[in-house]
């Protein structure tokens, strides 16, 4: 059994965001977007540090006030538009001062993820010896259906899925938890590889705020849950 104080839970949150500046702090049904990530992560009891990696005083701040580490700055180098998130968590692994075992990435632009959720991608991880494991979402429409649009208008259907049609269920990762063994994260630099294994998280969960438009969406079914309550 593997001990929670080796269990990293950590949320990249660069300052910066040019679609929608200041998302992560921005308040949403009455707290920072951030704090909603915080707060499942800290209620998950096999999760046994919680770590901000940021660039911005401002999410450092919020990120404090919720409850979560944040033992160091995130160095300029690692915060840009052309920053691999990878190399910012291998970052946050060598900064610390105790070995981790496991790797917890929760996106704070999901804020609409269960404790559920977390807690069956850590499952297929420490209790059914999965490499690593990652939140999807189900795609409403078969791959054959994707394309991309020229500068002129023009509908190309993407080759890739053309040559590469699969027998599954179309999904896409909806970026809500990726969890992974530390020995694997660093040698595939990523948390998909062979073995990967998938939670399969409802729509009504996956909103990935990008947008004010995504706030809104965010807003209102968090109104609906309360209501459903």
Known sequence: MTDPSRILGIILARGGSKRLP?????????KPLIAWT??????CPRIGRVLVSSDDAQIIDASRAAG?????????????????????????LDM???????VVLLQPTSPLR????????????????????IAVSPVDKGPHYYGALD?????TQADVFNRHRTSGDP??????????RTEALRAHEGFVMPGTRAHVMSPYHSVDIDTIEDFVIAEA???????EQ
């Open 22 to 30: 200041g998302k992560n702090v921005r308040s949403l049904a009455g």
């Open 38 to 43: 915080i707060d499942v992560a800290r209620a």
């Open 68 to 92: 979560a580490e944040v033992p160091f700055t995130r160095p300029p180098e690692l915060s840009g538009d052309d920053a691999r998130p990878i190399d910012a968590i291998f970052h946050a």
């Open 96 to 102: 610390l001062d105790t070995p981790i075992d496991i």
């Open 114 to 133: 269960r404790l559920t959720d977390v807690e069956a991608c850590l499952s297929m991880v420490l209790d059914e010896g999965a490499p690593s494991a």
């Open 151 to 155: 500068a002129q208008g023009l509908f």
């Open 171 to 180: 999904v896409i990762i909806n970026g809500a938890c990726y969890v992974a």
């Open 221 to 227: 079914l968090l109104a609906l849950r309360k209501r």
